[in-house]
């Protein structure tokens, strides 16, 4: 048993992710990419935008960097830094320069939870001057074509002060992602984890019903990605209804009388 | 025991004869003795006749019924007592007493509103349709908006039995709403008989059997549950079992039970179910009746708002045709979620919640959107103020007969009852009149060298960056450090790896609620110094940027518990706030329970690392016309406190009274609180306090 070590930048996706398409958001992605214009996916959590990522880094046959964005996240971590290797001291890319350099995908989830002075440093590769300017080297990298910059952030989970700024907002294309169709998320959870559609479909509903609490005591309903973790589970012979209750209802809060009810609600479905 | 009876029950004035029940008290366990005696103790504080009813009547029930339900028993007729006075209190006491225990052997395992209200409220939450209530009342029926639960239900030996009984009842009640048996006029229909009573109950019969047939489909967990809880009923009659074949169809509808009803009424029984609800034809038909024209106002007008936001952003493409703007509304009844499509006037729009929650209700109470319901309403010709609930004037309230509606509730802690007083205080938000004067100048004059020292010592505060030397990562190379473990490397010696400099920003992320006490006794010098004391921390304040408000308070009684604006979070600190500090004057009480409470609250709503809260006071907590004296108010404002910290708030106190190292200790700790002998020390301190408070 051996994990192995993947270098991204070398690392295209083969097999194909699966994807359900909700609109015309890989045509508008497509579009974006070839006019060169950097792309901000908006969503609430789970609703698929990392997996749209990946699906469209395997349609560009495109390397895909990731970078999870929190809140002591600098600029010198996307750029890169000096680092002393045997008395010598040596530069080392950042995931974003290392992006910029093999005309890659640099996808920022969360943009809003990094610090404010380190969205700026984005700010000449998302217009049209797409370069980055890596001041300790003194150097300014220019973006090849095929390199496309996208961030993504969720306007409901995010408050108002942490907000994304303006002059960073309006350099995107922005393409909004929503909870499927009832529908095309049950096809989705049947198709992820294994369920049957009859299975799907109640987890379905189940979620729809978490749903409805958002705004009376609940931040945010149930995700589809939580529908397939619990999917998951019933497929590898865990009770619907104890899956529910460890996969969707103890991720989703932590209020006791919530979680009874939202416990109530999936033993009712099932 | 007999002495402490005596006190507690004020015989000396009440001439209750406690020698009996001291008697009655001696003859049991010690343990039960100290249970019933504690609640006496507790219902005197709030009634003593009561204590003296609960003293009478509690030895005989302690062996049927648990300690849990004798408790909340308690609890329910003191609550009672707050909301409608002695009369009913005492008939609540005497419910009990006359309660046959055949018929509540179960009640030691039976599920107390209190415990499943909370849960079910939610569950019903999920469940799609219109928001219902869930209120306490004496049967579970519904009007269509609020679902009533009895206080206790306890049909089964188990104890998690009778919670999913409760469950079946809200869920039943919910599918009437969800489903259409409240679309029809109940007494009208039954108004056709020669018994109308009957005629209803059949209907209702029918109507649980439709129901249940549609939780089968759309919940069929839930529907297992009710068979399981309904396994001893007895098996339907030929009859019913053929009334029953035609309302489980797919597309069963209120018209198929109406249309069985004939027959069903010369039935000579009637089933009745577990967990089946009552019928109350009356109280539906008012509620329904209040909704209609306020609903159809409501979506009229939010579809005239609609079609103007839409007509601003086609502003000038817009073309210049006349006709009436239309809108088209398409229910979707799928998944077991109700939804709708909207198209004003040909464009398609995602309806706002408000809008969405509207169209629903209306679909539920008319099985469609009536085309009525979607003419935009035309200039003029509602009134939004008459047909949403616009905030009330909290000064209008007090110029008619009093009542509580537009205000906020809060509990408060009754420390001899050892249990809250529910919705007690009644609290509206009030602007300060601001007052422009030249009271903002004159203390910037006044304090003039001290404003200058402010800023130097804040400022000092804001820059809070500052280069960790020596680390074993960072942003750049420390090259001090290199050189000397190169030099280190050459002689031989081991090579530290603590070679980087970090940059560690501390970005502040506070956010501040300032109480500042409005009571009578701030009269003159301290509300001078309070005011000065705002305006110099609010110079301070905005230099570091932290997010704050400020809020006085005042009251006089439970009923008129008044939180006075005068900074909201949100809002910039410009002129008008400067002249509403100025405007500060003393007012009433000090009440201090239910504004602490709803600063939390308003707190906990802003996102902030850290939270602080602080009261500015000139006294004890202190309510002339109330129990709000002494150890009620200390220990209800510790209650407050507590609360606040539970949810990570960090309470402070700075206050003036000389004797207060007698309460604050106990109210905040020893270390949350600062006293100013001299209230002129007041506003430098108060920003000295702040800083300490926050770094």
Redesign the interface.
């Known amino acids: 048993m051996n994990a192995r070590t993947l270098d991204p930048t070398e690392r295209l996706i083969e097999k194909e992710p699966y994807y359900e398409p909700v609109g015309e958001e890989i045509a508008l992605f497509e579009a974006a990419y070839r006019q060169r214009i950097p792309v901000l996916l908006k969503g609430p959590t789970g609703c698929g935008k990392t997996r749209f990522m990946e699906h469209m880094a395997w349609r560009l046959q495109r390397p895909l960097i990731t970078v999870s964005c929190h809140d002591d996240l600098t600029a010198s971590d996307l750029v890169g830094r000096y680092l002393v290797k045997g008395g010598e001291t040596v530069w080392v890319d950042g995931p974003l320069t290392r992006a910029v350099r093999c005309g890659g995908i640099c996808y920022l989830d969360e943009i809003v939870e990094a610090r404010k002075d380190t969205m700026v440093v984005i700010h000449p590769l998302a217009d049209d001057r797409r370069t980055l300017a890596m001041e300790k080297l003194g150097q300014m990298l220019e973006a090849p074509a095929e390199f496309c910059l996208a961030i993504s952030y969720n306007p409901g989970y995010q408050s108002v002060l942490k907000d994304l700024k303006q002059s960073t907002r309006q350099r995107f294309v922005a393409l909004e992602f929503d909870y499927p169709s009832a529908a095309l998320e049950q096809r989705i959870v049947a198709t992820e984890s294994g369920v049957s559609d009859a299975v799907a479909d109640k987890l379905v509903r189940f979620a729809q019903m978490t749903r409805n609490l958002k705004g009376s005591g609940l931040e945010e309903g149930a995700s589809t990605r939580l529908l397939v973790h619990a999917g998951k589970l019933i497929s590898d012979g865990i009770s619907p209804v104890t899956a529910c209750k460890s996969a969707v209802a103890q991720a989703v809060t932590d209020d006791a009388d919530m979680l009874k009810a939202i416990q109530e609600l999936s033993s009712s479905v099932f | 025991m007999e002495a402490s009876l005596h006190t507690w029950l004020e015989t000396e004035f009440t001439y209750f004869k406690v020698e009996e029940l001291a008697g009655e008290l001696a003859a049991l366990a010690r343990d039960d003795q100290d249970f019933i005696l504690g609640w006496i103790r507790r219902i005197a504080s709030t009634h003593i006749t009561l204590a003296w009813q609960f003293g009478r009547r509690a030895p005989a029930l302690l062996p049927r019924m648990e300690r849990r339900l004798l408790e909340a028993w308690a609890v329910h007729t003191c609550d009672v007592f707050d909301r409608t006075g002695l009369q009913t209190a005492l008939r609540v006491m005497e419910q009990v007493d006359s309660f046959d225990p055949a018929q509540h052997k179960h009640d030691a395992a039976g599920a107390l509103f209190e415990d499943f209200a909370?849960?079910?409220?939610?569950?019903v939450?999920?469940?799609?349709g219109r928001?219902l209530r869930i209120e306490e009342g004496d049967k579970a029926w519904t009007d269509g908006e609020r679902i009533v639960l009895p206080p206790l239900v306890a049909e089964f030996s188990d104890r998690d039995d009778n919670f999913q009984l409760a469950?079946v009842m809200v869920?039943l009640a919910w599918a009437q709403t969800r489903f259409g048996t409240l679309r029809v006029d109940h007494a009208q229909i039954a108004a056709g008989y020669a018994d109308p009573e009957r005629a209803l109950s059949r209907l209702n019969a029918l109507e649980t059997l439709r129901l249940s047939a549609r939780i089968a489909r759309d919940?069929?967990?839930?529907h297992r549950?009710m068979q399981r809880l309904a396994r001893v009923a007895e098996p339907l009659t030929p009859a019913w079992q053929a009334f029953a074949a035609r309302l489980t169809r797919d597309d069963a509808s209120i018209d198929d039970s109406l249309a069985l009803l004939a027959a069903a009424y010369a039935e000579p029984e009637s089933p009745r179910w577990t967990g089946q609800l009552d019928l109350r034809p009356d109280a539906v038909a008012a509620a329904r009746a209040a909704r209609l024209d306020k609903e159809k106002a409501r979506l009229r007008v939010r579809l005239a708002e609609l079609l103007e936001e839409q007509a601003e952003n086609r502003a000038s493409a817009a073309s210049q045709d006349t006709h009436p703007p239309a809108a088209e509304v398409e229910p979707r009844d799928?998944?077991?979620?109700l939804d709708f499509d909207i198209t004003l006037d040909g464009v398609p729009l995602a309806p706002p919640?408000d809008v969405r929650q509207l169209l629903t209700s209306v679909y539920l109470d008319f099985g469609e959107i009536p085309p009525e319901y979607l003419t935009p309403a035309g200039e003029g010709e509602y009134d939004p103020n008459l047909v949403f609930d616009r905030p009330e004037d909290p000064d209008a309230v007090w110029h008619g007969t009093y009542h509580e509606k537009g205000a906020e509730l809060y509990p408060e802690w009754d420390h001899g009852r050892q249990h809250y007083r529910k919705n007690w205080c009644v609290m509206r938000e009030k602007t300060v009149p601001p007052i422009q004067d030249d009271f903002y100048r004159q203390t910037l004059v006044k304090h003039q060298g001290a404003v200058k020292q402010l800023r130097r010592k804040f400022e000092a505060l804001r820059d809070e960056n500052r280069l960790d030397r020596r680390q074993t990562q960072?942003?750049?190379?420390d090259l001090d450090a290199?050189v000397e473990?190169?030099a280190d490397?050459k002689d031989g010696r081991e090579?530290s790896d603590r070679?980087f400099v970090r940059?560690h920003?501390a970005?502040r992320n506070i956010a501040v609620a300032f109480l500042v006490d409005m009571s009578g006794s701030t009269k003159g010098w301290i509300n001078e110094a309070e005011r000065e004391a705002l305006i110099l921390l609010c110079e301070a304040l905005e230099l570091l940027g932290d997010?704050y408000a400020i809020y006085g308070f005042s009251g006089t009684t439970r009923k008129r518990c008044e939180l006075f604006r005068i900074k909201t979070f949100d809002e910039p600190y410009d002129d008008e706030v400067k002249a509403r500090i100025s405007g500060i004057r003393p007012q009433e009480y000090t009440r201090m329970g239910f504004a602490l409470r709803h600063l939390s609250k308003l707190l906990n709503q802003v996102?902030a690392r850290t939270r602080v809260l602080v009261t500015l006071s000139d006294g004890r907590p202190d309510d002339y016309f109330d129990v709000y004296r002494g150890e009620y108010g200390v220990e209800d404002t510790r209650m407050a406190l507590l609360e606040a910290s539970r949810t990570g708030i960090h309470p402070f106190c700075i206050t003036l009274d000389r004797e207060a190292r007698d309460y604050l200790p106990h109210m905040y700790g020893a270390a949350r609180y600062v006293l100013l002998d001299d209230v002129r020390q007041l506003p430098l301190k108060v920003t000295d306090i702040y800083r300490r408070i926050t770094t």
């Open positions: 909370p849960v079910l409220g939610n569950f939450c999920g469940l799609s928001r469950k869920a919940l069929p967990g839930l549950e799928e998944g077991g979620q919640d960072g942003d750049e190379i290199l473990a190169l490397a090579m070679l940059l920003r970005e997010r996102d």
